[in-house]
């Protein structure tokens, strides 16, 4: 590899990060140097060989690569034979330097081959630069890495000595660790022993029961009893988890929980430990070591645990002393020694890492799910004849948090918009971008509340903003004055409607998510909601988290047809409870929508409503004085009481020009300004297309452009069944 090349010291350290998780995943270090070895070729050279230095001197290859296949048998055969009489090996054996030769010259390569390495041999497998380093550990040099490039141009250098050093020395610590374990003559049970504390912690990602779970494995493999000690957010060293082979002892062990503010005597050797990052061995704890070193009001609860040696070792990760760890055996039990403290040190840097990956998911949850229950309503509307209840339940797996969301808000002219939806990914990013699409179906809904308009604007934001991302939505406009639903879908899990006689069926819901709808075209959808149905939204893991999606749906449609979910007071919550009882694996997001009986003026305060033969001017015109002396109780001025009669007059000739018969009118002021409502059950007609010019004396649709200019907003659709719904927001607002 070129010494010089731009994204050398990228490609190292994704390397060395390679050979840490190699190292890390299993304290069997042979086959270990064997996938390393795999690692450097081709990546750093083109041969590679791993020599081991034995109890009695002897220089063993354990792991050899080569980047041609058919010369591996043969090279294997070279080291093996060769290697205790290689001079080379030998000399960076005995004086601990490394050797670096950028090029082998037919000098230089017969000054490296000599010692019993032949020549030919050498030439053989085409070799033109080479690194000899040693494999130096804490204590001993134990054996020597070996790294060769082809002759085909590719040179070693200084960088490449750099990384072979720390290649290097990785592999040393490694092999002196697996050492150490294996002349107790109990190798074999500390290897699963450090193989087992890592599948232990890696159950959770929960914080605090990692700490639990690292003192009950201390605790009886090694110990009488344990405590993990954390440093705090303050500074503060906190008893986190404590552990004792006799859980008769639990009482004990609660008054040894807690902070302690850099009180020496706190615990055992433990301020120290965390002070000075090394392992602290404390061979015997008598009388004399616990008058001077610990609180006198702990030591009588540290006697009759049974405190007799110690070892206290730090949890450091990255550099960073996370807490200790302190194990304790009592005077039954054989003491610790030296020999004890490297398992224990490996121990506590497998543990830390697991704790700090621990802490950071804890921090990036709480961030996210602070963040996504920022983003979901406080509460929902109130509107008259409906009852609405919502929940979200973060999942209790260890994904992260999710992008689920629900929403309901009324806009301008009083109808009601629900939303809900789930951004594909997990995390803080996941729940950013719920926010922003969320906040982008409110703001399209105050412009147009059209569902598919608002998921086409939505998908359009989401292609610019995130075009990475997929969500799933599903929007929908309640009526509540024709008490109708008109929706569109996004890919979106489709709703289910409960009619009064407690039948449960889906609505069709069809559409591509956000992020792939392409512009497509689709109509929204429109339905009644009968008196006495209950409307359910969901997100996916309301069926999904039983890993069986026909189960799922089959838990939700029985527990809806269910009386005591369906009439419960909070329905999203009874719900989720019932279908879920065995908990959530997956975020889950639930809004429902009872309908009630029609509210009257009584109930809400603000309403009016009439119904009149469009050819009874009389009862066309009382409607209307009614309608003015609403406005004006509530403090309309006179002229926007004039224009407001101007608005609903030309509504009226309108019904009677184009759907002469019944018609019923409501005035809503349930939202900041008053809204209009003219209802007919004619044919049924769209709003006409406004002149080009704002000439007022033009006839084509003169009467209408006047309505626009008066209100503050104007809608004419068809009903679901037959006839027209005009809707006009007044332009009357009071303090």
């Not at 009874?574 to 959530?584: I, K, M, P, Q, T």
């Not at 309403?607 to 003015?628: D, T, V």
Request: with cysteine; net charge negative.
């Amino acid at each position: 590899m070129n010494d010089l090349s731009l994204d050398w010291a990228p490609r190292a350290l994704r390397f060395l990060s390679a050979v840490g998780d190699v190292l890390s995943s299993s304290l069997e270090w042979r086959p270990s140097l064997a996938a390393i070895a795999r690692l450097v070729v081709p990546e750093i050279a083109d041969a590679c060989a791993i020599y081991v230095v034995a109890e009695d001197g002897t220089i063993s290859p354990v792991a050899l690569a080569h980047g041609d296949v058919a010369h591996l048998e043969r090279a294997w055969r070279l080291v093996g034979e060769h290697a205790n009489g290689d001079a080379t090996l030998r000399r960076v054996l005995r004086t601990g330097k490394p050797l670096l030769v950028p090029h082998l010259e037919p000098a230089a390569l017969r000054r490296f081959s000599k010692g019993g390495l032949r020549r030919a041999a050498w030439e053989g497998l085409e070799l033109g630069s080479a690194v000899v380093v040693p494999l130096r550990g804490r204590r001993a040099t134990v054996g020597v890495l070996q790294l060769a490039a082809g002759a085909g141009g590719r040179r070693f250098g200084e960088a490449d000595l750099r990384l072979a050093l720390d290649l290097a020395k990785r592999i040393a610590e490694a092999i002196e660790v697996a050492r150490l374990i294996e002349s107790r003559q109990r190798g074999i049970d500390r290897l699963r022993l450090l193989a087992e504390v890592g599948e232990a912690l890696s159950d959770s990602l929960d914080l605090q029961s990692r700490f639990s779970k690292l003192a009950n494995f201390v605790v009886p493999r090694m110990a009488t009893w344990a405590a993990v000690n954390a440093i705090d957010e303050d500074g503060s060293i906190e008893t986190v988890a404590l552990a004792h082979r006799d859980r008769a002892m639990d009482g004990l062990l609660a008054r040894l929980y807690g902070p302690y503010y850099g009180d020496e005597r706190a615990a055992v050797g433990t301020p120290e430990v965390i002070r000075t990052g090394h392992a602290r061995l404390i061979a015997r704890v008598d009388d004399g070591y616990l008058q001077l070193n610990m609180r006198p009001e702990t030591i009588p609860t540290l006697k009759a645990l049974g405190t007799h040696s110690a070892i206290v070792v730090p949890l450091t990760s990255h550099g960073r002393t996370l807490g200790s760890l302190a194990a304790v055996r009592d005077a039954d039990t054989r003491p610790f020694d030296e020999n004890d403290v490297p398992l224990f040190e490996e121990m506590a840097r497998r543990a830390a890492v697991a704790i700090e990956n621990a802490k950071l998911f804890k921090r990036q949850q709480t961030v996210a799910d602070t963040f996504q229950k920022a983003s979901l309503p406080t509460r929902l509307p109130q509107v008259p004849g409906f009852s609405l209840s919502g929940f979200y339940e973060p999942g209790k797996s260890e994904a992260l948090v999710g992008g689920d969301w629900y929403d309901a808000f009324i806009v301008a002219d009083g109808r009601l918009v629900i939303s809900i939806g789930d951004v594909s990914g997990s995390g803080l990013s996941a729940a950013v971008i719920m926010g922003s699409v969320r906040q982008v179906i409110r703001g399209a809904s105050q412009l147009h509340p059209d569902p598919s308009v608002i998921l086409d604007a939505t998908d359009e934001a989401l292609r610019v903003e995130h075009p990475e991302r997929i969500v799933t939505a599903f929007v929908g406009v309640i009526d509540p004055v024709v008490r109708t639903l008109t929706y569109a879908s996004a890919g979106h899990p489709p709703p289910l409607l409960r009619d009064p006689e407690g039948r449960v069926a889906e609505l069709a819901a069809v559409g591509l998510p956000l992020g792939l709808r392409g512009g497509e075209e689709q109509v929204s959808r429109s339905i009644e909601l009968p008196a006495g149905s209950l409307l359910t939204l969901y997100t996916d893991g309301l069926t999904e988290s039983t890993r069986d999606l026909e189960e799922g749906e089959r838990r939700v449609s029985e527990a809806l047809a269910n009386e005591a979910v369906a009439g419960s007071p909070d329905v999203a919550k009874a719900l989720f409870e019932r279908v879920l009882y065995d908990g959530s694996s997956d975020d889950v997001a639930i809004l429902t929508i009872r309908v009630g009986r029609r509210a009257g003026a009584a109930e809400s305060g603000l309403r009016l409503r009439g119904r009149f033969s469009s050819a009874n001017g009389e009862a066309a015109h009382a409607m209307l004085a009614r309608i003015e002396a609403f406005l004006r109780e509530r403090g309309a001025t006179e002229h926007q009481c004039a224009t407001s009669a101007a608005v609903y007059l030309e509504l009226i000739a309108n019904v009677v020009r184009h759907a002469p018969g019944s018609v019923e009118v409501g005035l809503d002021w349930t939202s900041s300004f008053p809204v209009l409502h003219v209802l007919d059950d004619g044919p049924g007609f769209e709003l006409p297309t406004l002149p080009e010019t704002s000439d007022t004396l033009a006839e084509n649709g003169r009467g209408i452009f006047l309505v626009t200019r008066f209100a503050r907003d104007l809608e004419i659709r068809r009903r679901p069944i037959r006839g027209t719904h005009a809707r006009a927001v007044l332009a009357v607002r009071t303090a």
